[in-house]
């Protein structure tokens, strides 16, 4: 069984910054891409950014330029750095994890941007 543990999220106001992390553990053979996606009240679930096991990523058009997204092969760990955050980045953020031929869903972190 794979577990995805989500951290990081809470309360900031505009302009300020949140790292979220992603720590995934059990059964994982091989990991193709990890990343994180967001859902806003009465919004679909959308792409923020991936990172693949070589290194490359990939963001959603609305964060290109201040989140960054990086990984630890290692550790089986994603983190999403947030700078410059705005009021539409309020949302509940997913780490989602590409691995054994599957996709795997963490529970979810809050995230709120206070204007």
């Known amino acids: 069984q794979v577990q995805l543990v989500e951290s990081g999220g809470g309360l900031v106001q505009a302009g300020g910054s949140l790292r979220l992390s992603c720590a995934a553990s059990?059964?994982?053979?091989?990991?193709?891409?990890m990343g994180w996606y967001r859902q806003a009240p009465g919004k679909q679930r959308e792409l923020v950014a991936f990172?693949?096991?070589?290194?490359?990523?990939n963001y959603g058009d609305s964060v290109k330029g201040r989140f960054f997204c990086s990984a630890d092969n290692a550790k089986k760990t994603v983190y999403l750095q947030m700078n410059s955050l705005k009021p539409e980045d309020t949302a509940v953020y997913y780490c989602k994890l590409n691995a054994n031929g599957r996709e795997y869903w963490g529970q979810g972190t809050q995230v709120t941007v206070s204007s």
């Open positions: 059990g059964m994982i053979y091989s990991i193709s891409v």
């Open positions: 990172i693949t096991t070589t290194g490359n990523t």
